[in-house]
């Protein structure tokens, strides 16, 4: 299995190196908005899921070919689901001075070991989208055993201990959490937690459920004002044309690995492509099941599941 994927741009961390710390898709959410899929496995506690040895060999060989801004614990599930996460962060200072960053959905650090295990990354960024219970519940669909209060104050704690930069994510959703009552509650609530940042972000993606519905850009920029100088929009909303473009790409290289097995190689040569970003969307369509791979000869190859 391999751990490490791309480095991909990142609006919010630059070039980032990905590592995957948990299998499709295992998550204490299952969000409306999320690209990768239905939740298959949803739970709260935590796991050896990917062996920490060979997630550093492979992230060692992998630093050895490129030099990315951020290394980000992300991925297929909720990585501080990862048992020995705390481990994974102080193997990867061993190798590298580059930044880590933790993508989390901020769902597991009322529990006081969480909190303590992620102590060592330079970046967490967690998400918070609604303050009220149904709201969260609507939207999330989390765990029957998180409560929002708990999740609230998880936070709050973290803020008292945690060195680093907090970055604290908004998915704001058409008719869900876009209204007055929301984003005044929201604003109270994350005036107490007091992130580095707040960072806006809509649906961009094709989401795993067609009732999370995205705000267009001068809402975004409406809400930014409200919540002040702190906050800023991370959603990359692409022209129509681009979006049109991104998946005709996607659909060519569906069309292809129907036919026969094929290289990320031979997608980066065929399209004229930088590698990293081919890797980054294989990645991608692995992730929702739509390719899977094999080893033959030596060289990975990529093929369709049906």
Same mark, same amino acid.
């Given at each position: 299995?391999?751990?490490?994927?791309?480095?991909?741009?990142?609006?919010?961390?630059?070039?980032?190196?990905?590592?995957?710390?948990?299998?499709?898709?295992?998550?204490?959410?299952?969000?409306?908005?999320?690209?990768?899929?239905?939740?298959?496995?949803?739970?709260?506690?935590?796991?050896? =899921?990917?062996?920490? +040895?060979?997630? $550093? %060999?492979? /992230? #060692?060989?992998?630093?050895?070919?490129?030099? !990315? *801004?951020? &290394?980000?614990?992300?991925?297929?599930?909720?990585?501080?689901?990862?048992?020995?996460?705390?481990?994974?962060?102080?193997?990867?200072?061993?190798?590298?001075?580059?930044?880590?960053?933790?993508?989390?959905?901020?769902?597991?650090?009322?529990?006081?070991?969480?909190?303590?295990?992620?102590?060592?990354?330079?970046?967490?960024?967690?998400?918070?989208?609604?303050?009220?219970?149904?709201?969260?519940?609507?939207?999330?669909?989390?765990?029957?055993?998180?409560?929002?209060?708990?999740?609230?104050?998880?936070?709050?704690?973290?803020?008292?201990?945690?060195?680093?930069?907090?970055?604290?994510?908004?998915?704001?959703?058409?008719? =869900?959490?876009?209204? +007055?009552?929301? $984003? %005044?509650? /929201? #604003?109270?609530?994350?005036?107490?937690?007091? !992130? *580095?940042? &707040?960072?806006?972000?809509?649906?961009?993606?094709?989401?795993?459920?067609?009732?999370?519905?995205?705000?267009?850009?001068?809402?975004?920029?409406?809400?930014?004002?409200?919540?002040?100088?702190?906050?800023?929009?991370?959603?990359?909303?692409?022209?129509?044309?681009?979006?049109?473009?991104?998946?005709?790409?996607?659909?060519?290289?569906?069309?292809?690995?129907?036919?026969?097995?094929?290289?990320?190689?031979?997608?980066?040569?065929?399209?004229?492509?930088?590698?990293?970003?081919?890797?980054?969307?294989?990645?991608?369509?692995?992730?929702?099941?739509?390719?899977?791979?094999?080893?033959?000869?030596?060289?990975?190859?990529?093929?369709?599941?049906?």
């Amino acid at each position: 299995m391999s751990y490490i994927f791309g480095p991909v741009p990142s609006r919010r961390l630059g070039l980032s190196l990905g590592v995957d710390l948990i299998p499709v898709k295992i998550c204490s959410y299952d969000c409306l908005y999320c690209q990768v899929g239905r939740t298959t496995e949803k739970r709260v506690d935590v796991e050896p =899921f990917a062996p920490s +040895e060979d997630v $550093l %060999e492979e /992230l #060692k060989e992998r630093l050895e070919k490129v030099t !990315p *801004d951020t &290394i980000t614990l992300s991925g297929s599930g909720e990585p501080t689901l990862h048992t020995d996460i705390d481990r994974v962060i102080a193997g990867i200072k061993k190798l590298t001075d580059i930044r880590i960053a933790i993508l989390t959905n901020g769902s597991l650090f009322w529990k006081e070991d969480i909190r303590n295990k992620v102590l060592g990354a330079h970046i967490i960024a967690p998400t918070l989208s609604s303050v009220f219970e149904e709201t969260y519940r609507a939207i999330h669909r989390p765990h029957p055993d998180l409560k929002l209060a708990l999740i609230i104050e998880g936070l709050k704690q973290l803020r008292k201990i945690y060195k680093g930069q907090i970055l604290l994510e908004i998915v704001l959703l058409a008719g =869900f959490n876009d209204n +007055e009552k929301e $984003l %005044e509650g /929201l #604003k109270k609530v994350i005036a107490q937690i007091s !992130p *580095d940042k &707040i960072q806006l972000n809509t649906v961009v993606r094709p989401p795993v459920d067609s009732r999370a519905v995205s705000l267009d850009r001068q809402r975004l920029e409406d809400i930014q004002e409200f919540f002040g100088g702190e906050a800023e929009i991370i959603a990359d909303i692409p022209p129509s044309q681009r979006r049109q473009a991104f998946d005709s790409l996607v659909k060519t290289i569906l069309d292809t690995a129907r036919r026969r097995p094929m290289r990320a190689l031979d997608v980066a040569n065929a399209m004229d492509m930088p590698m990293e970003e081919v890797e980054g969307i294989i990645k991608g369509l692995m992730i929702k099941g739509e390719l899977c791979k094999e080893e033959h000869g030596g060289e990975i190859y990529y093929k369709t599941l049906v």
